[in-house]
């Protein structure tokens, strides 16, 4: 990491004549892309290091070409010679699933999705003329093929992990005709492909569009059904049909002709369906077998997301083993089983997490069961070998960036939280009162201390458990220089 650090302040000196002040890398979330915030006296930019080089080449193509066109996305300044880092502008750190949180369901995040949707309209409609969709990532349309390939991707990666019997043949069938059905859609523009409220950001009360590296020729509704029908977003069905109305008021505008209304829904509604199984089946993927707790934790969201559809829409063709499998898939039984137990103001337990420095020794429980959970975090390399931080400890943002960045810690963690969580799921639905985590290293000042903050946030948000973190050696950290010393 160090070397992709001191190539992005080379190539960013070629762009801008002088070395920044700071570069920082940016928590990464479900892709292989690693991004940078670019820090210098009055300005910041984002850095993309990425090794797929076609990735890169398309999401440059694709910039290049909307911002011509005067669309909301980021401006590419420079490129390095193999195609693996690139600098771009920094749109923000707003995102509009933030502007949701933040602010819930009222009339100015309203505001921020009908923004949004006219926004998609034009880099659908305008973007598409003159782009040259050679430069694809993959096909260059979300035709029939495509969608088979969504539809097998949500059932090797979450379907079939479920073991429910199922006629094969039958559903393979099913597929091919729902795949028919949804290809034949008169309105195929540029299609963003994975245009969701965490891609779209807020800055100065203006919409701009990120990770569009996935995009093709495909149906107008694809990308409004990813957005309103994200799970994450809880949308309302007022906000999703008064929304999906605005949406098509600005394509009438934008194709200078009335979109066939009935139709149009009809098959909104059919990729409604695709992309929450597609989500479903990422989710899948990077939650079941990549173990990351962010996916898992989504699940039980998209279950009743696909519950909800089921009971209140319809998408034009009948496919009766797939109908089959979806209502199983759904059922309480299924949702309860990746749904973690959440603690209550009446639940015993309280999840006592420590640091401590083995050369203090192990902190005594002397509750009555005694014993839990001890973590040897010395393996990991050890911020206090280098002077920058010998002085500060894990809750300290230079440790946090080094631990991230440098080391396994991240991977290390993912383990550690899958032991744990068999536990505490178990605790919770057993009525344990207490349950003790440690986590040593050498000093008990860096690595521990750092694996046990982040544990008990993890264990708060997920479980609303009550947590008390002990960080035992804390009297014997190195104190602090004072400013100027």
Known sequence: MDNVIRNIGELFQTFKNHQPKRIEKIPQSGSDRIYFRIYTNNETFIATYNLNVKENKT??????????????????????????????????TESLLNKLEQNG????VYGLFQKSLKALSKIQILGNNDLNYDHCLTAKEFGKQAIMSDLLYFKYYFLDTLRLPYDKQAMLDDFDALSTYLTRTEYKYFMFRDFQSRNIIVNNDEVHF????????????????SLLWQAKAELSEEWKDNLL??????????????????????QYNGYVLIRLLQVLGAYGFRGLFERKAHFLSSIPLALRSVKFFLA????????PEFDRLLKLMVSDEMIDRFTPPVATASTPILIEINSFSYKKGLPVDDTENGGGFVFDMRGILNPGRFDEYKCLNGKDK???????QRTHMNEFLNSVWDLID???????KRDFSHLQINFGCTGGQHRSVYAAEQTARHLRNKYKVKVILKHTNEVNWNPRPLKGS
Not at 105 to 108: K, L, R, S
Request: aromatic letters at 14%.
């Open 398 to 404: 230079p440790v946090q960036d080094f631990l991230e």
């Open 105 to 108: 369901h009222n009339d100015y």
């Open 59 to 92: 999401f440059i193509y694709f910039s290049n070409h909307f911002k011509q066109k005067s669309l909301p996305v980021p401006a590419i300044f420079c490129v390095n010679d193999d195609h693996t880092i690139y600098i771009q502008e920094d749109l923000g």
């Open 312 to 319: 209140n829409k319809r998408i034009g063709i009948v496919t």
């Open 422 to 428: 068999i536990t505490v799921t178990d605790y919770l």
């Open 210 to 225: 990120i990770d569009y590296q996935g995009g093709m020729k495909g149906a107008l509704q694809y990308d409004v059904a």
């Open 245 to 266: 109305q605005y949406y098509l008021d600005e394509v009438d505008v934008l194709l200078n002709k009335k979109v066939d209304r009935i139709t149009f829904v009809s």
